[in-house]
Every structure is written in C-alpha cells, then in structure tokens.
C-alpha cells in the first residue's frame, strides 16, 4: 500500500512539474456573445460571419464576432545552480545530504570485549538462595 501511494504521488508531482512549465494558450471564438469555438495551443475555428473588409464599406466593418485568447506563460528558468545558493545554504543543503545517506546504512552490531572468555561459573543460584526475584 504504501509503495502505491508512493508511486501516484510521484506521478501527481511529475505531472504537476510538466503542467507549470508547458506555456498555455486557450484561444475563444465567440459569435454574437455565444462561444462557437474552444482550441488549446492553436487558433479556434471561425463560424464562416465574419466581415470581409474589401467587400464591405467603411461602415459596416463592425463584425458580430469576437476573437478572445488567453495566454498563461510557463517558468522560464528551472535550473538552479549550486553556487547559486548562499552560504548558509549551502551548508544546510550538504548537512542534510549527509545526514539523509547515513540515514539508511546498516547499525553495526556491537562487539563485546569478552567473547572470548566463559562467564564465571555460579556455585549457588543467588536469586534462589536469597528469595530475591524481579517481578
């Protein structure tokens, strides 16, 4: 479970990345107040009215349709530098990194001095002897 929530959130995050740095165009063709026409990325299909002006005199150059394009820029500069960063930064940045990798190394089991010598032997049970237990 926890590596499929992984996975879509790292699709959701890749996609989120793509989405803000694609510059979009939405390009509207409205007749007499009426969309006719929605393109993404290209120029939206007329409705066939609109003015021609060699044929029309100078007065009936009003059209009944409209033209409405909306254009959102994506991020131009994505790549940073690490030299870009302040000192401070920097710094954090290689303590965190450091941290983060050692974070996930295997603990060493720890060695004892006395491995190579038997424990003592007990003539007597003292916690017997003595009526002495730990509950």
């Known amino acids: 479970m926890k590596d499929i929530l992984r996975q879509i959130l790292s699709s959701i995050l890749a996609l989120l990345v793509l989405l803000s740095t694609v510059s979009w165009t939405v390009d509207k063709h409205l007749c007499m ?3 006719v026409d929605v ?4 120029n939206a299909k007329t409705c066939g009215m609109e003015v021609d002006s ?3 005199d100078a007065e009936f150059e009003k ?3 409209d033209e409405v394009s909306f254009t ?3 991020q131009e ?3 940073t530098s ?3 960063l302040d000192l401070k930064q920097q710094v954090f940045l290689v303590g965190f990194t450091y941290y983060y990798i050692n974070l996930f190394q295997d603990v060493d089991t720890v060695t004892t001095s006395f491995i190579g010598h038997p424990p003592p ?5 003292y916690q017997v002897l003595f009526e002495t237990f730990l509950i």
């Not at 393109?39 to 290209?42: D, G, S």
């Open 82 to 84: 690490f030299f870009d």
């Open 72 to 74: 959102m820029q994506g």
């Open 33 to 35: 107040g009426k969309v």
């Open 54 to 56: 060699n044929s029309m």
């Open 77 to 79: 500069d994505l790549k």
């Open 63 to 65: 059209s009944c349709c």
């Open 39 to 42: 393109a993404f990325f290209a």
């Open 121 to 125: 032997l007990l003539d007597k049970d």
